[in-house]
């Protein structure tokens, strides 16, 4: 890491398992050594489909092991919500078996934990002129852009995310702070991450029949860690259903209109030749200091205030292992598909981020980072930044658990600092 990660695997674990139980995860643990978990997961995994069941089998064929991705998705009822009924909706659960914030939202609301002040901006954090505390958020209503709105309080929380935190941080900046706030180390909107990504498509010499809960995939998780006598790259490598060249069509390769029972069976005819599959890995890589948030002055929301702008850039060491990531996980590819007879289609990959991070990273030093572990800032003692903002870099697999372990870890932090409750 760019930064040295200031916190111990055993210390975090617990706040990953904890965040699983809050959430509810479906899962289970993978083959290797270094998977070892201290709990099982609080869900048994979702059911390997017809398809996943096909996919599995063909693809341990090139000596990968494979199981089913952990999913924030109900295998059975759990926490008041209904079990998934694999109805491939999950853009909008309608049974409740998909977790969301939204319902952590309405159980702290209902138990009168929280106050929800909706559509209303926070444009500037305020500095005490004494000392480098934070005594006041000045917000606005949307309803009403004339009613100007001040929140006052011992202690501040940023949790807006990897774009919003350092954004507003940039926005407050003050005559003692003129390069915002929590910025001495100048690292604010500084080092923004994320992982890289390769995908591709592949046949398998099966019958792939598309729709059957599609969102669910397989996982390996052999190349997370890297031999250190080897070049170093780490990724992971997911499979899923496809139904590239598999959809039913209305008119056949000479132009015939199909209907009905035609259309069913040229269907059922192309499936059964072969099915395709998506594989894709996202891989680890380390931002540059000027992957960067800046404002930008010629982009103005409605209120004046400069928007966000975003670059990310590789540092120098990461940049120039692209070329032979691409190859190795190419390669990968390749054996999956080939193992069993399949062949490997279109492989692409893009110049964005994905599952972005960082902007206010944590470290051990207030020269070379904005918060300490636990989010506390660095240069104000009651002014903390939680979440995705916080990481040094992005790994090499989707970060929301991650997000929320450190969060959890964050609010344990900062329970001891608020004043019992009787």
Known sequence: LAVDW??????????????????????????????????????????????????????????????????????????????????KTCAICPTGARYSPDFTYKRLLSAKKIQLHEQTLVRKLVMDSRSTRIVAAQAVDRRDPSKQLEYRARLF??????????????????????????????????????????????????????????????????????????????????????????????????????????????????????????????????????????????????FGDPMPKIEHRLDPAAQARIPATREHITKVFERVAGANGGKLLRVADGPYQDHPAGGCRMGVSGADSVTDSYGRTHDHENLYVVGAPTLPTGGCTNGTLTFVALTLRSAESLAKELPKRS
């Open 6 to 87: 200031p916190i111990e695997w055993a210390e975090l674990e617990k706040f990953y398992c904890e965040a699983e139980r809050r959430i509810g995860v479906a899962g289970e643990p993978g083959p290797f050594p270094e998977d070892a978990r201290s709990e099982p997961y609080p869900m048994t995994p979702m059911p390997l489909t017809w398809n996943l069941r096909v996919l599995k089998e063909h693809s341990e064929k090139s000596g990968i092991p494979f199981w089913i991705t952990p999913m924030a998705k109900n295998t059975r009822p759990y926490d008041g919500r209904n079990e998934c009924i694999r109805c």
């Open 157 to 302: 929380v940023l949790a807006s995310g990897y774009t919003w935190a350092p954004h507003l941080l940039l926005l407050s900046a003050n005559d003692r702070f003129p390069d915002g706030l929590a910025n001495k180390s100048g690292c604010v909107g500084r080092f923004m991450t994320g992982h890289g990504w390769v995908t591709a498509q592949m046949t398998v010499p099966h019958p792939i029949y598309p729709g059957m809960n599609e969102t669910v995939a397989l996982l390996s998780r052999q190349f997370f860690r890297c031999d250190s006598k080897n070049p170093f790259v780490r990724h992971d490598l997911r499979i899923w259903e496809s139904s590239v060249g598999r959809e039913p069509r209305l008119k056949d390769t000479q132009g015939n209109l199909l209907l009905g029972d035609d259309l069913l069976s040229d269907w059922r005819t192309r499936a059964r030749a072969n099915g395709t599959a998506r594989l894709r890995s996202y891989f680890d890589t380390h931002p540059d200091r000027d992957s960067r948030l800046t404002l930008d002055k010629s982009n103005k929301n409605s």
